[in-house]
């Protein structure tokens, strides 16, 4: 609670003095403003810079000088234009209206926007965060004489058809319910609880609150991760989970398939809502998040995908400043519906344009360049974003999760830059994308050697106990199979595979099985762009059965050469299309299938 106490105090000693701070441009430096002086200005505070009253933010603070940062393309303006304060931190405004929605970097509605200016944003542009008109059907949850702690649930409204916005006490108050108005249809300002704090004053509560984008929300407890996120991709549910509250980077050069995970992993995963932040990245895909969530229903639901997502669209076309503060932005809208009870997950595309955001704001600050030309605190920036993921108790003792997906795009795919290893050291999933295999049309291209997961070992137990006992044994011995592939192949390639003995051909042909039968996924197929746990579990489990039944024939001297004209290898590969993912119960058929060709291959080369 020390942070939202002591911005508490900020915010109640600006109010109490009535004044707002008030100067004059002295130097710009594209998005970098400088004023002469102290003009009673606070850090982190929000500000209106120039005639165009163009958002922005106070970063640095002495006697000499106020420093700036403008959230908004600063061409045309000049020294003498007038800066004034608002009097608090650049903040998000928190109430029904988020979900369903797609917001710029410093929560301004884009299709609000639109609908009054046209395609372009106009400079300076001022638009409430969410429709403060609109009427909402509201459950009130408490009465007169109730005692509430911060974080309490004062209402509930039900925001979409897939989830319900729970109004709560602000983190920074409690007190004695003096009045409550009845269930009803009300706006996000009505007044619908009254407090009287523990000093005896009392406070009314609405809808919504504000809290500073900068500032973490508190909770009440953070737990060791225990349970996936399931994303219903093969490769990453099996071999390289992350846990609900987890963290997980994507790396990867052009082209080969960053946002298209981070679509599916939003579109399929077992997250109650999703916060996508575009980045720096194009408009365009954008625009096919927008699309596609429209069209696609929530199988959890039954509802459009968009009822449980939010965007924050900070593309490459926009100012650069903002990028910054877009990941805050979608950070506190994260923990907001965190602290409901609700699992998040937030993809943010890409963490390497906010990298590249700091890197020039760093060199208009004439600050002292690190490796690549990016600002010394790099490394403490991205620890300081991914730390706000995490599963959690929250202050009214409901459980809740962040779990943060990034991607990382380093230039020509160098694995060696400098946020793709910050990255690595402050988040515990690596998927790394291989150019090589996207452009050999496997998909998704995660290279199965250089990723890694650290949540294996911790949700070990909730494979065993939800999906099946040998599930991490199963996951252990493809893993097996397929670096002994790799050791194999570097052999292969230097004298053919002829000089092999039959046993490691046979691992090879059961590596390509795994590769070409599980890890590979085919995004538009039905059956094959979200698969369940319990079948994901049994396609191990037919592979391994199909590699130890062809095992023991090679054992009793049948070459491989034998085995691979029977077609049991391209029945088993193409059980992600032929099996229904409900209807598991043909597995069996496939285990007699196996049966069958190594009768077969016995009586016939006998």
Partial sequence: MGNSDALTEILASKEASGKKARGEIYGINGPVVTLLGDQGFQMNEMVYVGKNRLVGEVIGLNTEKTTIEVYEETSGMKPGEPVEGTGSPVSCLLAPGILDNIFDGIERPLSSIREKDGAYIERGVSVDSLDREKLWQTHITVKPGDVLEAGAIIAEVPETRAIVHKVMVPPDLSGEVIKAVPDGSYNIETELVTLRLKDGTERALTMCQRWPIRVPRPVLKRYSPTMPLVTGQRILDTLFPIAKGGTAAIPGGFGTGKTMNQHQIAKWSDADIIIYIGCGERGNEMTQVLEEFTKLIDPKSGNPLMDRTTLIANTSNMPVAAREASLYSGLTLAEYYRDMGYHVAIMADSTSRWAEALRELSGRLEEMPAEEGYPAYLASRLAAFYERAGLVENLNESEGSISIIGAVSPQGGDFSEPVTQNTKRFVRCFWALDKSLAYARH??????????????????????????????????????????????????????????????????????????????????????????????????????YLEKKAKALVKLGMPVSVLEKFDIFDKVINIKYDVPNDKLELFDEYKKKIDTFYNDVLEKNG
């Fill in 443 to 544: 998909y998704p291209a995660i290279q199965w050697l250089s990723s890694y997961s650290d949540y294996v070992g911790d949700l070990a137990g909730w494979y065993t106990d939800n999906v099946s006992p040998k599930f991490m044994d199963y996951r252990n011995r493809m893993y097996y199979i397929l670096t002994e592939e790799s050791k194999l192949m570097d052999i292969v390639k230097l004298i053919g595979s002829d000089v092999l003995p039959d046993d490691q051909k046979l691992t090879l042909l059961i590596a390509k099985v795994i590769r070409l039968g599980f890890l590979q996924q085919n995004a538009f197929h039905k059956e094959d762009t979200c698969v369940p746990l319990k079948k994901q579990f049994l396609m191990m489990d037919t592979i391994l």
